[in-house]
C-alpha cells in the first residue's frame, strides 16, 4: 500500500515538474517573442525618426511630415502596447502634440534652404532619405492615410529633388574634369546630365535653365577638343616635314 502510494506520489511530482517547465518555456518563449518584436518595432522607430531628421535638409512640405510624425507615432503605440513604460508613454504625447500641431493637408514648404553636400558619401546619404521618403509616403497613401493631392504634390516633390541632385552632382563632376583638363570626361558628364533631363517627363524652369547651360558648355567642350586637335594635327604635320627635310638623300 505504502509503495503504492509512493509510486503515485513520484509520478505525481513528474506531473507537476512537467507542467511548471512546460509553463516556464511557454514564459521563455512569450518574453523572447516580445523582445523580437520590441526589437522589430524599435528599428523601425529608429528609422523614421531618421528620415524626420534628414527631412530637415529638404524643402518638402508639412504634410511629408506629417506623414512621418503619424507613421512614428504608430509604431510607438505598437511598442507601447508590448512593452507599457512611462518612457514610451511620454515619446506618445510628444508625438501627439507635434501632430496637432500640424495640418497633414498643409502642402506648404517647411524650408525653401536646400544644398548640396560636397562629400559623395553624404550625396548617397541624402539620394537613399529621399527613396526611403518616397516609400514611405506611398505606403501610406496605399493604406489611404494620405490626400491623393497630398501624395501628388509631396511625391513629385520628392522625384524632383532626386533630379536635381542628379544633375547638380554630374555637372559638379564635368566642372572638376573640365578645370583639370580632362575635357573627354568633363563631355561624358555632362553628356549623362544632358540625357538625364531629357529622359523626363516634365519640364521646368530648373531643367530649362540647365539644359541650357549644359548645352553650352557641351559646345565649348566640343570646339576646344577640335582646337586641340588641329593643333595636334599640325604639330605632326610639322614634325613630319622636318623628319623628311633632315632625311639622308637618296643617291641616283
Given at each position: 500500500?505504502?509503495?503504492?502510494?509512493?509510486?503515485?506520489?513520484?509520478?505525481?511530482?513528474?506531473?507537476?515538474?512537467?507542467?511548471?517547465?512546460?509553463?516556464?518555456?511557454?514564459?521563455?518563449?512569450?518574453?523572447?517573442?516580445?523582445?523580437?518584436?520590441?526589437?522589430?518595432?524599435?528599428?523601425?522607430?529608429?528609422?523614421?525618426?531618421?528620415?524626420?531628421?534628414?527631412?530637415?535638409?529638404f524643402?518638402?512640405?508639412?504634410?511629408?511630415?506629417?506623414?512621418?510624425?503619424?507613421?512614428?507615432?504608430?509604431?510607438?503605440?505598437?511598442?507601447?502596447?508590448?512593452?507599457?513604460?512611462?518612457?514610451?508613454?511620454?515619446?506618445?504625447?510628444?508625438?501627439?502634440?507635434?501632430?496637432?500641431?500640424?495640418?497633414?493637408?498643409?502642402?506648404?514648404?517647411?524650408?525653401?534652404?536646400?544644398?548640396?553636400p560636397?562629400?559623395?558619401?553624404?550625396?548617397?546619404?541624402?539620394?537613399?532619405?529621399?527613396k526611403r521618403?518616397?516609400?514611405?509616403?506611398?505606403?501610406?497613401?496605399?493604406?489611404?492615410?494620405?490626400?491623393?493631392?497630398?501624395?501628388?504634390?509631396?511625391?513629385?516633390?520628392?522625384?524632383?529633388?532626386?533630379?536635381?541632385?542628379?544633375i547638380?552632382t554630374?555637372?559638379?563632376?564635368?566642372?572638376?574634369?573640365?578645370?583639370?583638363?580632362?575635357?573627354?570626361?568633363?563631355?561624358?558628364?555632362?553628356?549623362?546630365?544632358?540625357?538625364?533631363?531629357?529622359?523626363?517627363?516634365?519640364?521646368?524652369?530648373?531643367?530649362?535653365?540647365r539644359?541650357?547651360?549644359?548645352?553650352?558648355?557641351?559646345?565649348?567642350?566640343?570646339?576646344?577638343?577640335?582646337?586641340?586637335?588641329?593643333?595636334?594635327?599640325?604639330?605632326?604635320?610639322?614634325e613630319d616635314?622636318?623628319?623628311?627635310?633632315?632625311?639622308?638623300?637618296?643617291?641616283?
Open positions: 500500500m505504502i509503495y503504492t502510494i509512493v509510486i503515485a506520489l513520484i509520478i505525481l511530482l513528474i506531473i507537476l515538474a512537467i507542467i511548471v517547465g512546460s509553463v516556464q518555456q511557454h514564459k521563455q518563449r512569450q518574453e523572447l517573442e516580445r523582445r523580437k518584436k520590441l526589437a522589430r518595432y524599435r528599428n523601425a522607430l529608429e528609422q523614421i525618426e531618421d528620415l524626420i531628421h534628414m527631412s530637415s535638409f524643402p518638402i512640405g508639412k504634410s511629408m511630415l506629417a506623414v512621418l510624425n503619424m507613421r512614428a507615432y504608430e509604431v510607438l503605440q505598437n511598442m507601447y502596447a508590448v512593452s507599457p513604460t512611462k518612457d514610451f508613454k511620454s515619446r506618445l504625447e510628444d508625438y501627439k502634440e507635434r501632430m496637432e500641431g500640424i495640418d497633414p493637408k498643409d502642402t506648404s514648404l517647411i524650408s525653401e534652404e536646400f544644398e548640396i560636397q562629400n559623395n558619401k553624404q550625396i548617397i546619404a541624402m539620394i537613399n532619405a529621399l521618403l518616397k516609400a514611405t509616403l506611398r505606403s501610406e497613401h496605399a493604406r489611404g492615410r494620405v490626400d491623393s493631392n497630398v501624395f501628388n504634390v509631396e511625391d513629385q516633390r520628392l522625384s524632383k529633388l532626386q533630379l536635381k541632385i542628379s547638380e554630374l555637372i559638379r563632376r564635368g566642372r572638376h574634369a573640365y578645370e583639370s583638363h580632362m575635357l573627354g570626361s568633363a563631355r561624358q558628364y555632362y553628356e549623362k546630365a544632358l540625357r538625364t533631363i531629357e529622359e523626363q517627363s516634365f519640364s521646368d524652369d530648373y531643367t530649362t535653365s539644359q541650357e547651360s549644359i548645352k553650352n558648355a557641351l559646345e565649348q567642350i566640343a570646339q576646344e577638343l577640335k582646337d586641340a586637335h588641329a593643333k595636334d594635327k599640325a604639330k605632326h604635320k610639322k616635314d622636318l623628319e623628311e627635310l633632315f632625311q639622308p638623300k637618296r643617291k641616283w
